[in-house]
């Protein structure tokens, strides 16, 4: 089973930028979808970006389309989350996720990170 590290997490004024990380094990990552979760205090974890296998599309929450660019980079094994134009909306951890399936269906995601904090101030 993959092995998934975030990184990158902080605090940022509402309107700044972030960028997380998910540095993951294995030597099948580019036959993976990877994806983003989040979840806020008191809300259930939701989806906020995918991408499939190495190559393939990606798809992104209505609330953070525009805004969030997810991206992978096979030769290292990571997968990047691009995070502009903040809100304090967005404060919760972020979780890395894999699907070694490939195609990336929220319910397709089965190996986790522990997850980075993300909090913006208003």
């Known amino acids: 089973q993959v092995q998934l590290v975030e990184s990158g997490g902080g605090l940022v004024q509402a309107g700044g930028s972030l960028r997380l990380s998910c540095a993951a094990s294995?030597?099948?990552?580019?036959?993976?979808?990877m994806g983003w979760f989040r979840q806020a205090p008191g809300k259930e974890r939701e989806f906020v970006a995918a991408t499939r296998w190495s190559g393939g599309s990606t798809h992104y929450a209505d609330s953070v389309k525009g805004r969030f660019t997810i991206s992978r980079d096979d030769a290292t094994n990571t997968v990047y989350l691009q995070m502009n134009s903040l809100t304090p909306e967005d404060t919760a951890v972020y979780y890395c996720?894999?699907?070694?399936?490939?195609?990336?269906?929220?319910?397709?995601?089965?190996?986790w990170g522990q997850g980075t904090q993300v909090t913006v101030s208003s």
């Open positions: 294995g030597r099948t990552f580019s036959s993976y979808a």
């Open positions: 996720a894999a699907d070694p399936g490939g195609l990336g269906y929220v319910e397709d995601f089965g190996s």
